[in-house]
Nanobody
């Protein structure tokens, strides 16, 4: 099993920045893909950014150039740096992870070919105009 714990959410004004963190624990050596999803009220969950074991990253078009996904292997932590935030970025953000193979998170646009096996509890991001 793998446990994921997100942190770093909060409330900011449009144009501001936040950095989300996702600490992974448990049988993390099985993990090949990690990423971020978000779900706004009344909307479907969408992929935001994905990071595979080879360092390949993909982003949703709506966040390209503003968000950056990264991983600190020494700390077993995934990050999402969010800059130039917009009110439409308001959502619950979830960290997700999946074991091999690594290609499952290379569908593009931050989306995956499968539903990730492991999820965090979510962290809320609110962006006001």
């Amino acid at each position: 099993q793998v446990q994921l714990v997100e942190s770093g959410g909060g409330s900011v004004q449009a144009g501001g920045s936040l950095r989300l963190s996702c600490a992974a624990s448990g049988y993390i050596y099985s993990i090949r893909c990690m990423g971020w999803f978000r779900q706004a009220p009344g909307k479907e969950r969408e992929g935001v950014a994905a990071f595979d074991g080879d360092g390949v990253t993909t982003y949703a078009d709506s966040v390209k150039g503003r968000f950056t996904i990264s991983k600190d292997n020494a700390k077993n932590t995934l990050y999402l740096q969010m800059n130039s935030l917009k009110p439409e970025d308001t959502a619950m953000y979830y960290c997700a992870a999946h074991p091999s193979p690594g290609w499952v998170c290379r569908k593009g646009g931050g989306t995956w070919y499968v539903t990730p096996s492991y999820w965090g509890q979510g962290t809320q991001v609110n962006v006001s105009s």
